[in-house]
């Protein structure tokens, strides 16, 4: 306990930690309030039918993901969730469009271009959502009287540019938490929202295991230990990796190399699941599509999409999502684990792995060892999502606790959590070693 209070003393001495970890929670606490936010011209009052109707299913979720916004017509009630959208279009068409091929070789600058390209298609986005949400609201038992100023022009175009604004914002403050804060702040955003809901997640559940004689606290306490062995889980599979031997070696006068004797053999840590959440976060945001389809389709087809899909515990949902996870998991490591460019900076430093010549072999060793290593990790990481889904058929959970049990809630809070304790604890270690440099021994924070 004492090297824990150690640590957060050091964390606040630092002054640059110090400030970004401030401006990420001002930030994050703009986002929250802007959560609150009715939008101009609806009633606040006569939400309560918005409320219930998004309660659970996957509109549950997608308020979920925007910390009740969506429930609340807020001016943030699109979330983030078009940025999203809008980043896996990117990507995907990275894959077929030369321009956008060469934009990702292009470093810092291509990037800048793509980012900008995603911004503007996730106004597009927006533009084509916006109208949607406000018609929609109809569907969730929202009355007329709720619109004071009626649903004509006057209301509908202030409002589509609101939320707009909204989404554009949201995204703003994600990409500056990220610049100025700690952390990835598109994934803090959607992390902040999940566990906006926890606490009353929890409550319900209590409520209900207490009071309808359906386990008691007995029952309470089982479920708090297999969501603590959820979370064990979650975390191994964020951590868990392959470490890859690598020895270094000085080049000789006749282009060869010469091993070193003085340094010791290095590792590179391939990941059991480099993706991190991505995968979830973009299989999520393709999963209201089908939902959505069959709402605006007529007859038994329709009907039959709409019910198959918009229940997030059912089983063609869920075979589905699983099914995503996996193509995402594979697509967006091949993104993220360059291993070609990997052996060509080995080759370069003098490195080599053991047995497996430098150069392209090296880098088709690199792109097994990943695709092995990726499909257990993949299928555990699907797993884990659909694990809502198991607890609700098995222990009779409530819908809004269950989803943190694995799935997309814990999953993302997992690791945005460990993604930004890293940071965290990388400052700290980079203090450290300057104070090495310097002094030559360890010395104070200061």
């Known amino acids: 306990m004492k090297n824990f209070f150690d640590t957060i003393s050091n964390i606040w001495k630092i002054e640059e930690l110090r400030s970004r970890i401030l401006i990420t929670l001002g930030l994050l606490l703009v986002y929250r309030f802007g959560c609150q936010i009715v939008l101009p011209g609806i009633d606040s009052t006569q939400l309560a039918e918005l409320a219930s109707g998004t309660d659970q299913g996957i509109f549950g979720l997608l308020n979920a993901f925007t910390g009740g916004a969506f429930a609340n017509a807020s001016v943030f009630a699109l979330g ?64 007329d009287s709720a619109f004071v100023m009626g649903k004509g ?113 290095q590792y590179i840590p391939l990941k059991l699941n480099a993706s991190g959440v991505m995968p979830i976060i973009f299989a999520q945001a393709i999963m209201f599509v089908p939902g959505l389809i069959g709402r605006s389709m007529e007859g038994e087809v329709g009907t ?78 699907a797993l884990l999502a659909i694990l809502p889904a198991i607890v609700v058929k098995l222990m009779d959970v409530q819908s809004g606790w269950a989803l943190f049990y694995g799935g997309t809630s814990l999953l993302i809070m997992v690791g945005v959590a460990i993604d930004t304790v890293q940071q965290v604890n990388s400052y700290l270690l980079n203090r450290h070693y300057d104070g090495l440099m310097k002094s030559g021994k360890n010395r104070k924070v200061a």
């Open 80 to 143: 983030i969730m078009p940025y999203i959208s809008a980043s896996i279009v990117v990507q995907l068409m990275g894959i077929a469009i030369p321009y956008l091929q060469k934009l990702q070789k292009e470093g810092e600058s291509g990037r800048k271009t793509i980012n900008q390209i995603t911004r503007w298609l996730t106004i597009g986005i927006c533009i084509v959502q916006a109208p949607a949400y406000l018609y929609g609201l109809e569907a969730f038992g929202v009355r």
């Open 153 to 265: 022009l006057d209301f509908m175009v202030p409002a589509v540019i609101i939320l707009v604004t909204g989404c554009v914002f949201a995204m703003w403050l994600g990409e500056k938490i990220t610049d100025k804060g700690i952390g990835n702040g598109i994934s803090l955003l959607i992390m902040i929202g999940i566990i906006a809901n926890m606490p009353q997640s929890f409550a319900q559940e209590f409520i209900s295991r207490t009071t309808n004689n359906n386990g008691g606290l007995m029952f309470i306490l089982i479920e708090v230990i297999v969501w603590f062995l959820v979370i064990l889980a979650s975390i191994l599979l964020v951590m868990a990796t392959r470490q890859i031997p690598v020895q270094y070696a000085r080049r000789t006068a006749s282009g060869g190399y010469e091993k070193n004797e003085m340094g010791s053999r």
């Open 304 to 381: 039959w999409i709409q019910t198959q899909f918009s229940d997030i515990f059912g089983l063609a949902y869920n075979l589905l999502f699983a099914f995503l996870i996996i193509i995402f998991t594979y697509f967006y490591t091949a993104i993220t684990v360059p291993t070609n460019k990997m052996a060509d900076d080995l080759k370069r430093s003098g490195g080599f792995i053991p047995g497996i010549r430098p150069g392209k072999e090296t880098g088709d060793f690199l792109d097994k060892i990943m695709s092995l290593i990726t499909l257990p990790g993949s299928i555990f990481l």
